[in-house]
């Protein structure tokens, strides 16, 4: 590929093997880590991509995206068996809800059978079909984890986002898995998951308040992927990493100590046809200062996001998050919280837990952002994903697909951590990870991890 590489790392360390560099990796634990074993510790498992809802911003309802409906047939779920006696978690959900699954129970059921006893099985559910009798059969059934859909505490917001569904569903739901939790004995964990947007974010704290009043033990908290260009507008998070923000911090001291607002850079970078004042000099001069740094330190830095960056939103964003940590320490919830600014220092949890995303149809996958094919939002500009199937069961095992070559490869890429940080750079969209067809980012990787918002921390899911 051709094209400007001045802002980035083209860079293929071929050195060591992918043997040489597992040893090396090994040598640092005393176990062996979970993406190197024989099996895959944690299976995600999607039964279905049929849904009963049709949420404004569900992939599903994205023009062009390729997803098929299906259900899984028996004998995939079967292909996967030799895996379980290993597995430390199973999560029987995808793109559908595992609800409408009808053999569900009798997937738990088989899963509790083969696997560890400190293992766990849970899915997410928009809960629609949760009725008193569904509850005590997937508590018998032996469920260790089910996470409800709640993304709004006000009747209005909720409709919006999920339409529809009501709070009263989501609140009879709750009674439904107490009752059956009693009467089954069962130590079934009920939990509740938020996306945060600027639409509902105040109605976080509340909304945890309330969930853990109905019983709900934990909650994860998750930032907004936008499928169409139009929900970009509904983004919570600050797209600067939190290396960026903290030195553009001390820049921006620096500057209201000599009287000069930054925010007013390119305003004055387009008054080309009068001279400038001495004052528009100096911060003209003060950001040359701040980028030559940058550019010594190796930092990726998108002047435009950082100059136009929101910082009320940021510390009202930060102020909501501190009062749900408040919420749950005083509730007793257990709560998982995404960063509001990507995390500069990347890293995989599904790779690092040794993950395995198995499709409907059989396919097996790497990660959740890489499962279907889907275009999206990100960085503010269009981003075409496709997924990257390693084999499909049960046409293969999943020993073997899971230890063959290329897979094992790109988990090797992927625990190495050495990718571009693309929503700061000031080239994106680039010709690397915005094409329709991912070959390789600017540092030579194969793995299209660049761009994760999960590697960000900005997503969380149950896992």
């Known amino acids: 590929m051709s094209g400007p590489k001045s802002a980035c790392k083209v860079t293929a360390d071929s050195s060591l093997t992918d043997t040489a560099q597992a040893a090396s990796l090994s040598a640092l634990q005393p176990k062996v880590l979970p993406a190197l074993r024989e099996y895959p510790s944690r299976l995600f498992v999607e039964t279905t991509t049929r849904c009963n809802l049709k949420c404004r911003m569900c992939v599903k309802q994205t023009e062009g995206n390729c997803i098929v409906e299906g259900d899984m047939p028996p004998e995939?779920?079967?292909?996967?068996?030799?895996?379980?006696?290993?597995?430390?978690?199973?999560?029987?959900?995808?793109?559908?809800?595992?609800?409408?699954?009808?053999?569900?129970?009798?997937?738990?059921?088989?899963?509790?059978?083969?696997?560890?006893?400190?293992?766990?099985?849970?899915?997410?559910?928009?809960?629609?079909?949760?009725?008193?009798?569904?509850?005590?059969?997937?508590?018998?059934?032996?469920?260790?984890?089910?996470?409800?859909?709640?993304?709004?505490?006000?009747?209005?917001?909720?409709?919006?986002?999920?339409?529809?569904?009501?709070?009263?569903?989501?609140?009879?739901?709750?009674?439904?898995?107490?009752?059956?939790?009693?009467?089954?004995?069962?130590?079934?964990?009920?939990?509740?998951?938020?996306?945060?947007?600027?639409?509902?974010?105040?109605?976080?704290?509340?909304?945890?308040?309330?969930a853990a009043a109905k019983g709900v033990s934990f909650a994860i908290v998750s930032h907004l992927l936008p499928y169409e260009e139009q929900h970009t507008a509904s983004i919570a998070y600050d797209p600067n990493t939190d290396e960026a923000v903290q030195f553009f911090q001390l820049w921006q001291e620096r500057a209201e100590r000599e009287g000069l607002d930054l925010h007013r850079y390119f305003k004055i970078l387009v008054k080309y046809l009068r001279a400038r004042t001495p004052e528009e000099q100096r911060i003209v001069d003060l950001v040359q200062q701040m980028k030559d740094e940058a550019h010594e330190r190796g930092m990726f830095i998108h002047w435009n996001n950082l100059l136009a960056r929101d910082e009320a939103w940021a510390e009202e964003l930060g102020r909501i998050f501190a009062e749900a940590k408040a919420v749950a320490a005083e509730t007793g919830l257990d709560l998982q919280l995404p960063v509001i600014t990507p995390k500069s220092e990347r890293n995989c949890d599904f790779v690092d837990k040794g993950s395995a995303f198995i499709s409907w149809d059989g396919g097996v996958h790497n990660c959740y952002f890489l499962w279907h094919q889907f275009s999206c939002y990100s960085s503010k500009s269009k981003k075409y994903v496709k997924p990257k199937v390693f084999g499909k069961l049960p046409e293969q095992g999943i020993k073997e697909i899971w230890n063959s070559a290329e897979f094992r490869s790109y988990r090797m890429q992927v625990l190495g951590k050495e990718y571009p940080i693309c929503s700061n750079c000031n080239l994106v969209p680039c010709e690397y990870t915005y094409t329709e067809n991912f070959e390789q980012d600017c540092y030579a990787n194969t793995v299209a991890c660049g761009d994760c918002l999960w590697c960000m921390g900005l997503f969380s899911c149950l896992q």
């Open 76 to 210: 995939v779920f079967a292909a996967l068996e030799p895996a379980l006696p290993t597995a430390e978690a199973l999560v029987l959900n995808g793109i559908g809800e595992p609800l409408i699954y009808r053999g569900l129970e009798k997937l738990i059921r088989r899963a509790k059978e083969l696997m560890p006893k400190d293992s766990w099985v849970g899915f997410q559910s928009n809960a629609l079909l949760l009725s008193e009798a569904r509850a005590v059969s997937l508590a018998e059934a032996g469920l260790d984890r089910i996470c409800l859909s709640m993304d709004a505490l006000n009747p209005d917001t909720f409709r919006m986002i999920r339409e529809g569904g009501e709070v009263a569903d989501l609140e009879k739901a709750f009674r439904a898995l107490t009752r059956a939790k009693a009467q089954t004995g069962s130590s079934l964990s009920i939990g509740v998951e938020f996306v945060v947007m600027r639409e509902n974010a105040l109605e976080l704290p509340d909304a945890l308040r309330w």
